[in-house]
């Protein structure tokens, strides 16, 4: 660690960056009545009782007038879905309330839908504060929601996963060397994976199919009329060959059928295929909801971002399903 007493900007900034905190977006009105609003970070609470919150904004916002005349100003503590929103109020130049329907609030100041806390505030104190007004608010009223809020760490946008104490093993006894460890990233991800498939493979077994079958649909739910080869190329990581005789077991059974485009076979779903896949894919959501119960919505949100970067950071170059065509 370098201690600094000299401050470069940038090098502070970065410091004091490292304190993770909530979005925020404050609106008012200004003198004409137009609604204004800027993205802060700078939210913090000062007193439960009287119930005051303080936030700053650089003198040089353009805000800044309108702040500094209306002392009512509303506190919208931003959901993890809102971070487009947090973008449009920090940005100058745009009409930032275009399109947002407001809710009714207790002043005149803009309330924001779809928040994860709500302050409605009436200016208490303010305090000059460097190259910011520090703004103390009385919250008048408050309301919050169960959506997952928005994080800031490091000057980008991030999500929070909890650590409950009750999930974490205590004093687990030291593993001998050379073994597994449960903490091993591939063990993790190979039990959750399996826990999860469990369901699926049930599933399946009353369909009399099996797993490589099952993501020879689910591929052509996505993306019709493919050669084997293509098939393939879609489902080779997980280890799985379609083979021509898989293919004939599936069409025997009405699941896919073939088409002869110019000189090659293509396959396509039938409607009892995509029915399949259309089960399964109801499944997976019941399962995943079941999972936002017992994990909470925000961490299975945090979950989801790391697993999508995991399969970027690790994909060895595999075809695109989704990409346009
Ligand atoms: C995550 C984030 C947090 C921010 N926090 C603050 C803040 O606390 N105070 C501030 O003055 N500006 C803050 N800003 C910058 C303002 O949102 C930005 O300068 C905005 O354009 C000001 O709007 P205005 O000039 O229309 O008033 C923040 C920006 C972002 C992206």
């Known amino acids: 660690m370098t201690t600094r007493t000299s401050f470069d900007p940038q090098a502070f900034r970065a ?6 905190t909530g979005v925020t977006i404050i609106t008012t009105r200004d003198a004409d009545g137009a609604p204004v609003g800027v993205t802060a970070n700078s939210f913090n609470s000062v007193s439960l009782n009287p119930p005051l919150v303080l936030w700053s904004l650089a003198k040089s916002a353009r805000s800044l007038p309108a702040f500094s005349s209306n002392p009512f100003f509303n506190v919208h503590v931003l959901a993890a879905a809102q971070e487009g929103l947090s973008g449009r109020f920090a940005s100058q130049g745009t009409d930032k309330f275009d399109g947002i329907e407001l809710d009714e609030g207790i002043s005149n100041a803009p ?3 779809q928040c994860t806390a709500r302050f409605q505030c009436h200016t208490a104190f303010s305090y000059d504060g460097g190259d910011h007004v520090i703004y103390v608010g009385e919250v008048r ?9 928005l994080v800031y760490q490091g ?5 929070a996963a909890r650590r409950p104490r009750e999930e974490l093993r205590l004093a687990s006894p030291p593993p001998p060397e050379c073994s597994y460890t449960e903490d091993l990233l591939g063990y993790l991800l190979g039990r959750s994976h399996y826990q999860m498939l469990h369901l699926l493979r049930r599933m399946l077994s009353g369909h009399s199919l099996d797993e490589g079958s099952f993501f020879v649909l689910s591929v052509l739910c996505i993306r019709d009329k493919l050669t084997l080869e ?8 997980t280890g799985i060959d379609a083979t021509e005789q898989a293919m004939e077991a599936l069409e025997a059974r009405r699941f896919v059928a073939r088409e002869r485009v ?3 076979i293509r396959y396509v779903l039938t409607a009892d295929g995509r029915e399949v896949v259309l089960r399964q894919i109801a499944l997976a959501k019941a399962q995943e909801e079941d999972l936002a119960d017992k994990l909470g919505a925000g961490d299975v949100m945090a979950l989801k971002l790391l697993l999508k970067r995991l399969v970027a950071s690790t994909d060895p170059g595999l075809p695109d399903l989704w990409a346009p065509r």
């Open 155 to 159: 000057g980008q946008y991030a999500l």
């Open 141 to 149: 009223a408050f309301d919050r929601s169960e959506q997952p809020p």
């Open 262 to 264: 110019r000189r090659e």
């Open 230 to 237: 293509e098939i393939n190329a879609f489902v080779g990581y």
């Open 111 to 113: 309330l924001l839908p």
């Open 15 to 20: 410091a004091l960056g490292t304190f993770t």
